[in-house]
């Protein structure tokens, strides 16, 4: 876990699969416009399951 960190989407990397919203414990995660993004990003806690789980590698934490 990173604490205090958050997850960012480069929208010019994503491909709006999905499997970051699908793999976020916490809901954070939504397809937006056919992207990912962090819609809720107070429920965000930085464990990274949607970094490790992007094959694109559009995630990271900040």
Same mark, same amino acid.
């Given at each position: 876990?990173? %604490?205090?960190? &958050? ?6 990397? !994503?491909?709006?699969?999905?499997? !970051? @919203?699908?793999?976020? /414990?916490?809901?954070?995660? %939504?397809? @937006?416009?056919?992207?990912? &993004?962090?819609? &809720? /990003? %107070?429920?965000?806690?930085? *464990?990274?399951? !949607? @970094? %490790?789980?992007? /094959?694109?590698?559009?995630? *990271?934490?900040?």
């Amino acid at each position: 876990m990173a %604490e205090g960190q &958050k997850a960012v989407v480069d929208q010019g990397v !994503c491909t709006g699969c999905g499997i !970051c @919203v699908d793999v976020c /414990p916490h809901g954070a995660l %939504e397809l @937006v416009d056919g992207l990912a &993004k962090l819609t &809720k /990003p %107070e429920l965000c806690d930085g *464990s990274g399951e !949607c @970094v %490790e789980a992007c /094959p694109v590698q559009a995630i *990271s934490l900040k």
